[in-house]
């Protein structure tokens, strides 16, 4: 049995290690290139019901610390990528995330069902957090724990058999809460964290904020504390499976979340600072982990940091 | 950090005419012929440029008008500041007995390649093609360049025809095959190159352009149909290996949202 394995809402992924919404998500081509390099899953980038061009440049600006990004959620329609959803399948074993979202609630609903009518994705992926779009959506819907699992509600009734996984936001005053209203309305797993921000950059020499957008989401090693704390509070709060994301670059810090109870890790960012090789580098190291210290499976590993689960584990 | 920002003022503009200009900016980044960066005009957006000549204290980009962002940035004047990212992406390998190949802009990054190979005393065969006279930069440095024959549409200047036309004299000319045939121009150039360098089994470098919004990697935005290869990492100068991987070629690439636009179906006759 393959040791990496994890089940994640009754999908198996051969590797805990998830390709994030919003990397190299936008064709069939670029995911199985991911799937090839390890990942255990890939979720493709998040898509609405029409076609949308996104910002202008520059969308996304490196910093020493991380990565800002504003693309304004570009991307070529579900009906297009749910084209892209039946090559990739085609080509690869590899579970796909289809990752949607709406400017209004009845949008998400719409977008899940369109989507569904033409592709059977391993799960769906809710982004009721994109921090990007504020001046045109207003706050993101993760802020408000009812708008969430409204939205949670809506998406469930369209997805039939396929599990739905909603991607939170840490701009809340307490993401678990949000994560136990969506749980309450049917989520059969959590991605936690989005972007975090949003923040802003500004050029001294032109005095303008550098992204086109004026402010994006923050990402990158800067954010990893945070989605580890996020998954640590949302862990202890409902029972669902946890696709922690947020920061992840090296092994140590996928294990870190595993830690603090993801069943799965999110990898985004860190395809830049890791490059593709994060996938088969994270993977070699888990399983060396998992052989060194005499484990079969992660899931003893899985929310280990909690005190009251080490005693369970010791006591078991 | 080269990937973050960083804006700097336009030191001299060279206008090769109206539509077709050079910006010559302090040297805060060391890119390798075919390499790109992405230049800011703030307020307006961000675009790759292949970088065109590489100084001590100077790089060159060159900029030909096809749209709203280079029209505009084609008015800016020395002391406007333009950021920079980059270089990114794999430039051409350096190789003696190199056939360079341009068309119109294309020319822009052989120009540095040029350069290089001629630092390191390395022969080399240059191709220059444009519509016109006019789409040539750089066409009085390019005339006094010995290891260059020039190709014009109209015959404005130098031998008339396309580059392709000179494809079989210039093979024809050198005693030994080239090691190397370095690409850069329209698709449609590019294809007809690599299909005359199959047929002669020559190595080639060809340089391809996407739409492209981070230039790291990320955003999947120029990733190529069949290897899903990221035109701004593992190109954009591509070897016939690389393109054999890709199934794209000929199609209209993929715009700003991430859709290909659909084809227009050729008419068929009965």
Redesign the interface.
Known sequence: MNPLAVRVAGVTFPSPLVLAS?????????????ADAGAGAVTT?SCGLE????H?????????HG?LNA?GL????VD?MAGEIAEFQARSSIPVIASIFGRTEAEFGEAAARLLARVRPALLEVNVSCPNVGSEFGQPFAADAAASARITGLVKARAGHVPVAVKLSLMCPSIAQVAKACAAAGADAITAINSVGPGM?I?P??R?P?L?NQVGGLSGAAILPLAVRAVWDIARTVPLPIIGTGGVARPEDALQLILAGATAVGI??G??TGG?EVFGRINSFLADWLDREGLRSLDALRGAAHPARSQEAHHG | MADSMQTVPILEVIAHQAELKTFILPRILDAAPGQFVAVWLPGVDEKPFAVSADGPETIQITVKAVGPFTRRLLNCRPGDRLGLRGPFGRGFTLMPDSLLIGGGIGNAPLRLLAQRLTERGLRYTWLAGARRAADLPFLGELQKNPAVRLFTDDGSVGHPGTVMTGWTDALAATPTPPRLVCGAGPEPMLLAVREAARLHRLPVELSFERYMKCGIGLCGQCCLDGSGLRLCVEGPILTEEQMQGVTEWGLPPRGPSGRRPATTPKATRP
């Not at chain 1, 919003?22 to 991911?34: I, P, T």
């Open positions: 919003g990397v190299m998500g936008l064709s069939a081509s670029s995911l199985k290139r991911v980038k076609e949308r061009k996104g202008p440049c520059p969308t996304l600006l490196p910093f020493e990565l693309i570009a991307n070529p329609g297009e950059l050029d020499h032109v303008r550098i086109a985004g960012t395809v830049y593709l």
